[in-house]
């Protein structure tokens, strides 16, 4: 017998992404059809958020978020700012997103790094403290905006602890998005207002550390994302493949969702129609309400 469907809400992903661009419709529509009931689609550059602007006026299940994430700021045009203040005026319920900070890129030979291009262009890291001023900046805009933030850390979990406590921080909270810190850290961030976002990477038994952190996390700031395309399921798991993009990157669809939502209410010990529940008022406090909810 299949699983009934439930409702769930996808805190993290960049549908704007998926490859080729004529499968994203459907892909909608069979998350929709297995219960997904919004999704924060987060751009990660100028050069992308004219698709995410467009999915968002056409789909009401996407709620848009815009930002310069830390891969992407060495193709920052010199008015970025003010055009990431613009999308974000254009669409009042848009979150600020994705930014971050990331100290593993700085290592990565050019070479790997162009899998994940995307078609945006080249990833060339930009340095520490230059990442670091430029996620504090849009930080602050999500703050006078009243917006809620949506962070990408890579091994720099310490280092973003320091800086959101020495700033102001958005009112409605930030989602620590795939969080891969430690347990310890999780009450300190929690104190500061995060929610946690856990992803597939959950279902990898390789993953023990997440999973210690996602057991510990208080459960009024969980919350559950696809990353879609990235971060795909194991492949016992996965309940919907998507073909391999252009140059041969495997490719999570957001419909698996419920697949992670079913794992993650069975690893906590709870009944998955109140975890569900509880899942989709979290998100609902941080992002606000889709429109057809
Ligand atoms: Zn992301």
Redesign the pocket.
């Known amino acids: 017998m299949s699983a009934p469907v439930l409702p769930s809400c996808d805190a993290?992903?960049?549908l704007q992404a998926i490859r080729p661009e004529g499968v994203r419709e459907e892909c909608l529509e069979t998350a929709r059809r297995l219960g997904v009931e919004a999704m924060v689609v987060?751009g990660?550059c100028e050069g992308d958020w004219p698709e995410v602007a467009a999915l968002a006026q056409k789909h009401r299940l996407v709620q848009p978020s815009f930002g310069y994430?830390p891969w992407r700021l060495s193709q920052r045009s010199p008015g970025w700012l003010e055009a990431l203040r613009g999308r974000l005026t254009e669409f009042p319920a848009a979150g600020v997103g994705?930014i971050g900070i990331d100290a593993w890129i700085l290592d990565q030979p050019a070479a790997s790094l162009r899998r994940w291009d995307g078609g945006l262009g080249e990833i060339v890291p930009t340095p520490m403290t230059e990442q670091e001023q430029v996620f504090l900046r849009q930080l602050e805009l999500a703050v006078t905006m009243d917006r809620s933030a949506s962070i990408?850390c890579i091994q720099a979990w310490g280092r973003l602890l320091e800086l959101l406590r020495s700033t102001r921080l958005p009112a409605r909270g930030f989602l620590l998005?795939?969080y891969g810190g430690s347990r310890e850290l999780v009450p300190q961030f929690a104190e500061l207002g995060a929610y946690f976002g856990f992803s597939g990477a959950l279902l990898h038994e390789r993953k023990q550390r997440q999973r210690d952190a996602f057991r510990s996390v208080p459960p009024d700031r969980l919350l559950l994302e696809t990353?879609a395309p990235?971060q795909p399921l194991p492949p016992a798991w996965i309940e919907q493949p998507l073909p391999l993009s252009a140059i041969g990157r495997e490719q999570n669809h957001p419909g698996n969702l419920p697949v992670v939502q079913r794992f993650a209410a069975e690893f906590l010990g709870h009944e998955p129609r109140s975890f569900s529940a509880q899942v989709r008022t979290n998100h609902q406090r941080l992002f606000g309400h889709c429109t057809h909810i």
């Open positions: 993290h992903n960049h987060n990660t994430h994705e990408h998005h795939s990353d990235d």
